[in-house]
């Protein structure tokens, strides 16, 4: 059992909170896939703690329809949705470790619907009108990454162009020397442009503007 029952108390008093249903879908199979069955486990257990939450599971090979309808292309994959709405928010990788916190955060923000950022950011996230794909390295013992995760979700709630993935650096070793990830958190944007750390919600905003920004100039010249 992953949580004991000091931790699934305490998670049952804060999705007491919880209003609107929640579906989380795992993307999964039985063969080579390091944390698969751990990460279905820790979501079993998660969803029995509250009637708002409900799990899909499907296989990544067999259930290609799926696979394609959220656009999967790597597992263990937790995707966080409501009933009828995919804000783009992902996980790859064993939520475990400090990521369990930003689990809870971002199963409460799609239920609740209810976001922590300041006016003046919510607004400059809403303006976007590009596509942009937010990916967070962590490791589960790093415990500045949540916040980078869980603002990354908050950016992917509030606007349909952006997709944000937390990726466990660990687990996709290809993926970690692609993006050259030294440290975490590491947030990539749109492939190129990157950044190490946490930073306050504000400085993250303005750098998914440079991202695009960038992107612009590229296309320019």
Not at 16 to 29: D, E, G, S, Y
Not at 38 to 66: C, G, H, P, W
Request: a negative charge; one cysteine or more; glycine letters at 4%.
């Amino acid at each position: 059992m992953f949580l004991d029952q000091q931790a699934q108390n305490e998670i049952k008093m804060r999705f007491a909170n919880l209003v609107n249903p929640v579906k989380i879908i795992n993307f999964t199979q039985s063969l080579e896939c390091q944390y698969c069955k751990e990460t279905r486990q820790i979501l079993e257990e998660l969803t029995a703690l509250s009637d708002k939450l409900t799990l899909e599971v499907y296989n990544f090979v067999s259930d290609k329809e799926m696979v394609e309808k959220y656009n999967i292309d790597k597992i263990p994959a937790t995707v966080i949705a409501s009933a009828d709405t995919d804000y783009g928010i992902r996980y790859y990788g064993i939520p475990s470790g400090y990521e369990f916190a930003s689990l809870l955060e971002s199963i409460e923000l799609v239920s609740t619907q209810k976001h922590e950022l300041s006016d003046e950011v919510a607004d400059k996230i809403k303006m976007i009108s590009e596509p942009v794909h937010i990916q967070v390295f962590v490791t589960p013992t790093c415990p500045y990454c949540p916040r980078a995760v869980y603002t990354g979700h908050q950016f992917a709630f509030l606007n349909k162009n952006i997709k944000a993935d937390m990726v466990e650096a660990t687990e996709f070793p290809h993926l970690s020397m692609k993006y050259n990830v030294r440290g975490v958190p590491r947030v990539v944007i749109n492939e190129t442009h990157h950044f190490e750390g946490a930073l306050p919600e504000d400085a993250y905003a303005d750098e998914i503007i440079k991202a695009l920004n960038e992107k612009q100039g590229n296309l320019v010249s």
